[in-house]
């Protein structure tokens, strides 16, 4: 498993989800776990997903990803989980 | 499972507090590439730079992408070239210049000499060539050895310096004295820092070493913002914690380009590096353990216990440690520090007595552009005597800015910043300093 945090953040509006959960579909990235909320109108996600389906490296998963930062306005970030697990985790 | 709270503090780390890993450091052991005619030897040293160093920049750019952690800079540091020569060794300073910049690494350490207990030919040669060297190249530094705990203080060596520093200044007048931030003299230094301007890869290294420091000023001010005014023991712990996170980053970074690269993981630096912009500072952190401003006195006790802190919280978050480990205070490089001697808070003589208690020296300091040889050399040798005497490193990177005046400002750019330029105690030394000769290694028993 090649676990990765996609970190969604930026004003509210419809479809934020959708929209990103299609395109890694597309991928073939799985979705392990989804946590949302708002912060004084500020959508916040996170998204752990699994890459070693993918049938593409990590730099095209997110190049794959910047249509959709540019279309829906948002700040969308991929980082391996390994940086939360040395950092959190002894 | 990860928790949403750690997730957010470390994106917050990463895009608020200027928490970044400051350097990978391929260290590259140059031997090899002795010849007697200096051509020859500068041409093997490209190559064999060019050859190990090839995929520095683009490893360091992958990792920095999937990790999602500013790698700010990616370097090469390389065998003291005193040790290499055998003749002329500029036109080595130009082969490294040159593979530098074909490696796209924005510097190069190793123009460089242990002289801590006396010269060889090609450390004189080397010391003669550095005020022509540094300003005729762009990415080559420079460092000097002229003490350590077990020789001494070599005081022929200091007294070169001081006239060393002086030409290089003059040479790069018209960039406020650019060639001097790229000059550094220490007492004690060591073999596998990956840190600019001192960068060099000794006599001990393997063949090649992956070097990595890492940084966060920011985030440790940030720590202490939540424990404002509890004692000093839950300052400490709550450094502690956060330098094991910062450290634990910078391990992980340096095995993945340790194993992509296929070189030796060396160590990684447990340092505090500050950059000039706003919120990566190390003197906020100790205004914010309640001083006014940084220099006030109770500032050494500050950074005594800040230092120590996060090597504490550090070390067990890596395999190996070295380097200068330790909270860094270059004047230039710091917006806190800037400040403070920008309103008097901070002078030299507090700077000199920080340096007893912290990582590295007196650091990126202008001084005034009057100031003699032997007030430069004076100013080496109380820095080196504070190493030699206490078992540490020390360093003097200081920056005699051409035709201004202690208030007046230099300027150099990028992360070496800016600074006002420092006053200086300007009663003679000359006497003293001509004198030369070596400074006896300190007894080690009847510590008083």
Not at chain 1, 58 to 87: C, G, T, V, Y
Not at chain 2, 72 to 91: A, E
């Amino acid at each position: 498993m090649q676990k990765a945090l996609i970190s969604v953040t930026g004003l509210d509006a419809t479809g934020i989800i959708a929209k990103v959960a299609t395109k890694l579909s597309e991928l073939n990235v799985n979705i392990l776990d989804i946590s949302q909320t708002i912060l004084g109108g500020y959508f916040t996600m996170m998204m752990i997903v699994d890459l070693s389906g993918a049938p593409v490296d990590f730099d095209s998963i997110n190049r794959a990803l910047e249509p959709i930062r540019e279309e829906l306005k948002m700040e969308i970030h991929m980082q391996r989980m390994d940086i939360f697990d040395a950092m959190h985790r002894i | 499972m990860i928790e949403t709270g750690e997730i957010l503090q470390t994106l917050r780390m990463i895009q608020e507090e200027h928490f970044d890993v400051r350097t990978i450091t391929l260290g590259i052991n140059l031997l090899d590439c002795s010849d007697r005619d200096p051509e020859i030897c500068a041409r093997r040293v490209y190559d064999k730079i060019c050859r190990t160093a090839r995929d520095l920049v683009p490893v360091g750019e992958r990792i920095e992408a999937e990790l999602g952690i500013p790698i700010v800079n990616k370097r090469i540091s390389v065998t003291p070239v005193s040790l290499i020569c055998q003749g002329d060794p500029r036109p080595i300073a130009l082969a490294l210049d040159r593979a530098a910049s074909e490696m796209g690494v924005n510097f190069l350490g190793g123009y460089s000499a242990l002289m801590h207990k006396g010269a060889t030919l090609a450390d004189e040669r080397l010391l003669a060539s550095i005020p022509e060297v540094l300003s005729g190249t762009e990415r080559l530094c420079a460092s000097v050895n002229v003490a350590s705990t077990r020789a001494g203080i070599n005081m022929n060596a200091v007294r070169e310096m001081g006239q060393i520093i002086r030409e290089t200044a003059e040479r790069t007048a018209e960039k406020d004295g650019l060639g001097c931030a790229k000059l550094v003299v220490f007492a004690n230094a060591v073999e596998d820092n990956p840190f600019m301007a001192g960068a060099f890869c000794g006599v001990g290294e393997p063949e090649c070493a992956i070097n990595v420091g890492v940084s966060g000023p920011g985030v440790v001010k940030r720590a202490l913002e939540e424990v404002k005014g509890q004692p000093f023991d839950v300052v400490a712990e709550t450094v502690k914690r956060t330098a094991f996170k910062i450290t634990r980053v910078g391990q992980l970074v340096a095995r993945e380009a340790s194993q992509r690269l296929n070189i030796p993981f060396g160590i990684v630096d447990l340092s505090l590096a500050p950059t000039p912009a706003r919120g990566d500072s190390v003197a906020h952190i100790l205004e914010e353990m309640g001083l006014e401003s940084t220099g006030a006195p109770g500032t050494t006790a500050a950074l005594a216990l800040l230092n120590d802190a996060v090597k504490k919280g550090g070390v067990m978050a890596s395999n190996h440690v070295g380097g200068l480990s330790g909270a860094f205070i270059p004047v230039s490089e710091d917006i806190g520090m800037i400040e403070a001697a920008g309103k008097g808070s901070l002078t030299l003589e507090k700077l000199e007595a920080m340096t007893c208690v912290c990582s590295v020296g007196l650091d990126m300091i202008a001084v005034p552009g009057d100031t003699s040889a032997s007030t430069i050399s004076g100013i080496i040798a109380d820095e080196a005597a504070i190493g030699m005497v206490n078992n540490k490193t020390t360093a003097v990177r200081i920056i005699p800015a051409v035709g201004k005046k202690a208030g007046d400002r230099v300027e150099f750019g990028g992360l070496l910043g800016f600074a006002p330029v420092m006053p200086v105690n300007t009663f003679g030394n000359e006497e003293f300093i001509a004198r030369g000769g070596r400074i006896p290694a300190p007894l080690h028993s009847l510590r008083n």
